[in-house]
Every structure is written in structure tokens, then in C-alpha cells.
């Protein structure tokens, strides 16, 4: 059945197109969630390395230093959590990462058949 699908999919066009789009989608969702994850990963590293966030707490909004630093890291972490189960989600539910994998060989297929015959000699296969 699978055949089938992948025959129909060759020869309609528009099911074509409409494949390609939702494939673009599944990588978009896929490459949101990984940025999602990598900004609250430097949100952390920030929060421990650069510290004028404690004169703005303490002078203008009164707060406690030890509360806010706090609160911020417990903010980060819990982004860091929902961002990586949202980016285990989207590459498990979507055939994103297989479809990656599809365009890698193809677009290493197409190098290869470029390359000069001396560097294809020396290929081992």
C-alpha cells in the first residue's frame, strides 16, 4: 500500500505540493523548537555569568536579590524543560528527521557525481 501512495504522490501533483508544504512545516516545527531550547539555554548562562540585574532589583523594583535570581532561573528551567519535550514531541510525531535524512543523501549523491574521477578513485566503498 505503501508503493501505491508513493506512486500517487510521484504522478499528482498537487498531492506533491501538498506533501512538500507539510514536510516544510514538520522541519519548521522541528528547527523552532531546537531554537526555543538553545535561547533558554543562553537565558541560564547569562542569568549565572552577568549579574547588573541585581542593581535594577534591588534599587528600582525593590525586590529582593535572592527572590529574583531565583525566579529568573526557575523561569529558565522550566522553558528549558517544556522547549526540549515540545522539540521530543515535534521529532517524534513528524517524519521530519527521515525527511532530513532524504535531503542529506540526495544532496550528497549530487556532490558525488560532481566530483573529479581522480577523488572518486580514491573513495572507498
Known amino acids: 500500500m505503501r508503493k501505491d501512495y508513493e506512486q500517487h504522490f510521484a504522478e499528482c501533483a498537487q498531492c506533491s505540493a501538498r506533501q512538500r508544504f507539510h514536510r516544510s512545516l514538520d522541519v519548521t516545527l522541528a528547527v523552532l523548537t531546537s531554537l526555543s531550547a538553545l535561547f533558554f539555554l543562553f537565558a541560564l548562562a547569562v542569568l549565572k555569568h552577568v549579574h547588573p540585574l ?14 529574583m535570581y531565583h525566579m529568573l532561573v526557575s523561569a529558565g528551567v522550566a522553558g528549558l524543560c ?9 521529532l517524534l510525531a513528524t517524519p521530519a528527521p527521515s525527511y532530513l535524512g532524504g535531503i542529506a543523501a540526495e544532496r550528497a549523491r549530487t556532490l558525488e557525481q560532481h566530483l573529479p574521477s581522480a577523488i572518486k578513485s580514491l573513495r572507498m566503498r
Open 54 to 67: 541585581e542593581h535594577v532589583a534591588f534599587k528600582v523594583l525593590g525586590l529582593d536579590i535572592f527572590d
Open 82 to 90: 517544556f522547549s526540549l519535550i515540545a522539540m521530543a514531541l515535534v
